[in-house]
């Protein structure tokens, strides 16, 4: 079974702090990808990175970096310097081999940043 | 093209009617998939086109549900006598693989279904 688990349901933080969202996830397949969405109160899921599961090189993009662990099926998402406008749910997300590219999305963790 | 559009944005109907949902894909992705999301939930694999051919359906999809994508371009999601369970945010996305590997998809804004 394919399962993404995303223990934290809400954070809150205060503008400027660092913040890490937390994404284990659950595969038999050798060959996945690995996502994260970001969807503010607008609605619609933006696309922040896919990392597929033979680069476990951690990246970084601005203000975001994401630490991928095979060792700990682990996928996680840090926010440096936060700030107001990533005030958003934000979800990871998982697709196998074989599933033809449908993803199956963690439950999501809230976040609020606050000025 | 900007990309992924729904229509309508929001929709609420009554208990037994049937409703449509519209979806533009980004014009050069060949891949278009439907997901549902409930509230406090992420979104859930409803099917998904290559082309005009739906190679895959979720078992959430029951009979009441019928998803077409005629001419590999839009697609539309159709459910009969809705009930208020349907309530739920419609995501589509759309993707273009490069090869058979995932790709990325991008999503819509999403049609917002209230059963009443």
């Known amino acids: 079974a394919q399962k993404v688990t995303q223990a934290q349901t809400e954070i809150s933080v205060v503008e400027k702090e660092d913040v890490t969202l937390d994404c284990v996830y659950e595969?038999?397949?050798?060959?996945?990808?690995l996502f994260w969405y970001k969807q503010p109160p607008s609605g619609e899921l933006v696309f922040l990175i896919r990392r597929n599961s033979f680069d476990e090189q951690n990246e970084i993009s601005g203000r975001y970096s994401w630490n991928f662990q095979k060792s700990t099926s682990s996928f996680n998402f840090t926010i440096t310097a936060s700030q107001v406008v990533d005030s958003a749910v934000y979800f990871c997300?998982?697709?196998?081999?074989?599933?033809?590219?449908?993803?199956?999305f963690g439950k999501g963790t809230k976040l609020s940043v606050k000025p | 093209d900007t990309g992924v559009s729904q229509d309508p944005r929001h929709k609420i109907t009554k208990r037994g009617q049937n409703v449509t949902f519209r979806c533009d894909p980004i014009s050069e992705h060949n891949r278009l998939y439907w997901y549902r999301q409930t509230l406090g939930q992420g979104p859930e694999f409803l099917t998904y086109f290559q082309n005009e051919a739906q190679l895959e359906k979720s078992r959430l999809l029951s009979d009441r549900f019928s998803a077409e994508r005629p001419k590999g371009s839009f697609s539309t999601l159709e459910i009969q006598r809705t009930e208020q369970g349907d309530s739920a945010m419609y995501l589509c996305?759309?993707?273009?693989?490069?090869?058979?590997?995932?790709?990325?998809?991008?999503f819509g804004p999403g049609t917002r279904l209230t059963v009443l």
């Open positions: 997300a998982l697709s196998a081999g074989g599933s033809q590219g449908n993803l199956i």
């Open positions: 996305a759309s993707s273009a693989p490069r090869t058979t590997s995932t790709d990325t998809q991008y």
């Open positions: 595969t038999r397949d050798t060959t996945y990808y």
